[in-house]
């Protein structure tokens, strides 16, 4: 299955003035725990897609302003294209989240990127569930990073507990939570989210979690909630797609990852 399509559905780019600031910042607050494999352009991402045997890429933005709001969203509406697609943002200490996500809606974008750590708040509070209703009324996907980030030390803010709490408190909508449900979480994966309808992300990701757990997990959630994704520039898409297409799954099973469950979604 060497040609199977592939969808990685967690990227990240910038507007190409801003990627080289933006790498150099992100590499510094990671404590260089990360290599970036593209220079953070759509340029570079398409040209390293291309290496890599990836279709289309799923951006990912991360408002950590409210004034960054309507740059990063027309941003992200404007790289969409046949080989990409994007996702939206709202900053949730936003004056008008109801307006914000109204924003997002009205430029087509399918839905939004969370990130608890950089934006600080803690996945399951009062505050943030009012949001994801609002934006899981207007048919929003919602992807949250998940566990640990070598930018802050712990107790993490965006955890598998607490995403088996919003999941139980919220009626419908699509909740991912990336790097398979939890960055260096994932006994709780196993305990909190596994079972769930809790989409995962492979992202950061097979030289971190041992395989026999992700093929656990793989087995007992189910392929059709598991996306691949690679948190690009952050690790190699490449690499990922190679180690995923050798690992023992079946061959619908890696469809479903691979590019079947981002297409229901995406609705491509």
Not at 50 to 60: A, E, L, P, T
Not at 136 to 158: M, T, V
Not at 229 to 247: Q, V
Request: net charge negative; charged share 25%.
């Amino acid at each position: 299955m060497t040609t199977i399509k592939c969808i990685d559905f967690h990227t990240h780019v910038f507007p190409d003035a801003l990627a080289p600031r933006a790498i150099a910042a992100l590499v510094e607050s990671g404590k260089h725990l990360y290599t970036p494999h593209t220079d953070g352009t759509k340029s570079g991402l398409i040209d390293f897609m291309d290496k890599s045997g990836i279709d289309i890429s799923v951006v990912m933005p991360v408002i950590t302003k409210q004034s960054q709001t309507l740059k990063t969203n027309a941003f992200s509406s404007e790289i969409t294209g046949d080989r990409i697609k994007a996702f939206g943002a709202i900053y949730p200490h936003t004056d008008d989240y109801k307006r914000d996500i109204d924003y997002v809606v009205s430029l087509g974008l399918p839905g939004i990127k969370l990130h608890a750590e950089y934006q600080d708040f803690v996945a399951d509070s009062p505050e943030m569930l009012k949001i994801y209703d609002y934006a899981f009324s207007k048919g929003l996907i919602i992807l949250h990073h998940a566990g640990f980030d070598p930018a802050y030390d712990p107790p993490y803010r965006a955890t598998p507990k607490m995403f088996a709490n919003i999941r139980r408190q919220m009626g419908g909508g699509v909740l991912i939570a990336a790097h398979l449900g939890g960055q260096s979480l994932w006994d709780d994966v196993e305990k909190y989210i596994v079972g769930s309808d809790i989409y995962i992300d492979t992202s950061m990701g097979f030289d971190m979690y041992p395989t026999e757990q992700f093929l656990r997990i793989v087995k007992a959630h189910g392929s059709e909630k598991i996306l691949f994704g690679t948190d690009s520039p952050w690790s190699d898409s490449g690499k990922e797609r190679k180690t995923l297409l050798s690992l023992p799954l079946s061959d619908e099973e890696k469809e479903n990852i691979f590019h079947k469950n981002a297409e229901r979604l995406l609705r491509i």
